[in-house]
């Protein structure tokens, strides 16, 4: 996984300057205007501007209290732990069901609101668990002409939404831009790809007969191909791209076909 600085530094970038510029640089400038105060709280604000290379109404907002919203962005996240855990720890294991789920029955919106959608059959105790898990709770949006649930972030939303762009999750219309699976995934112990990879068979498996099961999936061949060699790899089981989706044969049911929990839960099987 990317170290703290580098997930800052991404997150910073899913923000897009008025003239273009990259947004970490706001960051490091802002941080730079308050640096130099605080070692000399007499200084001149012109000249720290100065220093900085910054106009001199930019940095005298910043040092009269006002932040750039990706600095609060940065700053929201670090508070929740989202850039400082590392796979096992229960924050990182719900960030990695939400990516799980953004990409099974979930979606971002452009304004960056994240939204979780649970039918009858999804797990709706593992979606307030990793909303939870993520410290932001859970604020229920009711469908009345859908038989699903809409769950959202009942705070920090869209900051939560930003992270998790960051690991993958896509942003807006999932069918003009086909989602791929994330390089970091392959990098995670087992455990990890274990609860990605249940969360995501959770919401998309159907019942093939006994031992098997059906993962729906409507997305280009390559990305079923990428789910499928993934799972194969996972599980050491059969698993075979299907005409609209990935057919998981018993060894890899048996293993998959499980709902996850964020760590300190007991996991329990899906189907009987």
């Known amino acids: 996984m990317l170290p703290p600085t580098a997930r800052e530094r991404a997150l910073a970038r899913t923000y897009t300057g008025r003239d273009g510029r990259d947004q970490w640089e706001t960051v490091e400038t802002f941080r730079a205007v308050l640096d130099a105060f605080h070692a000399d709280r007499e200084r001149p604000q012109t000249e720290i501007c100065q220093e900085v290379g910054i106009p001199t109404h930019r940095g005298g907002r910043w040092l009269r209290g006002e932040t750039p919203a990706v600095v609060k962005a940065i700053d929201t996240a670090a508070t929740h732990g989202w850039l400082q855990a590392q796979p096992g720890d229960p924050t990182f294991e719900a960030l990695v069901v939400l990516h799980a789920w953004t990409l099974a029955g979930g979606s971002i919106g452009s304004s960056w609101q994240l939204s ?61 831009s086909p989602p791929t699976l994330p390089a970091w995934l392959a990098a995670v112990p087992r455990a990890t790809q274990l609860r990605w990879a249940r969360t995501y068979v959770s919401l998309r498996a159907s019942q093939d007969s006994r031992h098997t099961r059906r993962v729906r999936e409507a997305r280009p061949p390559a990305y079923r191909d990428a789910l499928a060699t993934f799972f194969a790899d996972l599980t050491g089981g059969e698993v075979a791209r299907a005409d609209r989706g990935v057919k998981l044969y018993q060894t890899a049911t048996e293993l998959l076909d499980v709902v996850p929990t964020i760590p300190g839960q007991s996991a329990v099987a899906v189907h009987q």
Request: charged share 25%; aromatic share 2%.
């Open 116 to 176: 979780i959608y649970v039918g009858d059959s999804d797990p709706r105790q593992l979606a307030d668990a990793a909303l939870t898990g993520a410290g932001v709770d859970t604020r229920v949006r009711e469908q009345p002409a859908s038989e699903s649930v809409e769950l959202q972030p009942a705070r920090d939303g869209a900051a939560l939404a930003r992270v998790l762009h960051t690991l993958g999750s896509p942003v807006g219309d999932k069918q003009a």
